[in-house]
């Protein structure tokens, strides 16, 4: 990872653990800290686990143009977790991550890709051995269906590719709207805002939306953020879901724009 130059003002990153989360990074020290909590013991309980999808008030547009300038500048080119060689092999992944975390499908699909990575190859494995190579993902079974399905329509519909087309994707056997915006975003470079559980909750923590449905939050987020970051955007929100804005324990006392976030209260650096 490239080292960056730090925003002044801004503390160094705290040392990673793994590749993963050199993506998070130290609160700037101009940052606020949590205040003290005073009252019952539920009281306190309640503010170091406040609710995933808590509503904040909307940010300006300058706050949301500020968010993602500084998530360009700890990370200018994030990538995906889920490990792929082609819009293909990132479709089936995305397909079968539902339910599943990344670390787990590139677990399974590390040993299938090296034996079938075209849609036609994966119909001459045949539905039994593909089981077989994912059985150790959550609701394997059923996914194994759908990869076949997906597979036979791709060699017969679209001479092996992926269609390059949001809404044909939809139509894909097990591929939804967050999949579709996946591929659309990851595969052909489009400026398409998956929203997934992390994208959901931080939206709503930072305030970048107040929307009930991911489909809400979907359009709210296409309309704040700046275009000139509509392509990583997706990346630096699950990142940052992932490893910081955590739902049950957020840590806000090193999140690089918790001075703009409108998510209370915040939590204080563990002693």
Excluded at 29 to 41: E, I, L, N, Q, T
Excluded at 66 to 81: A, D, L, S, V
Aim: glycine fraction near 8%; hydrophobic fraction near 40%; charged fraction near 25%.
């Amino acid at each position: 990872m490239v080292t960056k130059k730090r925003a002044a003002g801004q503390a160094p990153d705290a040392a990673p653990a793994t590749r993963a989360r050199k993506r998070a990074v130290a609160t700037p020290s101009s940052a606020p800290r949590a205040p003290k909590v005073a009252g019952s013991g539920a009281a306190i309980a309640k503010a170091k686990a406040p609710k995933a999808t808590q509503r904040a008030k909307p940010l300006s547009q300058a706050d949301c143009a500020e968010i993602f300038r500084r998530f360009h500048e700890i990370e200018p080119n994030p990538k995906g977790e889920l490990e792929h060689t082609s819009p293909f092999t990132l479709l089936v992944a995305v397909v079968l991550s539902a339910q599943a975390t990344d670390a787990g499908v590139n677990k399974a699909t590390r040993g299938l890709f090296r034996v079938a990575d075209t849609p036609q190859a994966i119909l001459d494995l045949g539905e039994d051995a593909l089981r077989e190579h994912i059985k150790t993902i959550g609701l394997y079974r059923n996914k194994a269906k759908h990869v076949m399905a997906l597979c036979r329509r791709l060699v017969d519909e679209f001479g092996g590719g992926v269609p390059e087309d949001r809404d044909v994707l939809e139509t894909l056997p097990g591929v939804g709207r967050k999949t579709a915006n996946v591929v659309m975003n990851v595969a052909f470079g489009q400026p398409t805002m998956a929203v997934d559980t992390h994208v959901f909750r931080v939206a709503h923590r930072i305030g970048l939306s107040g929307g009930k449905t991911p489909a809400a939050v979907e359009k709210d987020l296409e309309r704040v953020i700046p275009p000139e970051h509509g392509v990583p955007a997706h990346h630096w929100l699950i990142l940052h879901g992932r490893y910081l804005c955590k739902a049950r324990k957020p840590e806000c006392y090193r999140c690089p724009i918790a001075d703009i976030c409108r998510f209370e209260p915040k939590t204080p650096a563990v002693k």
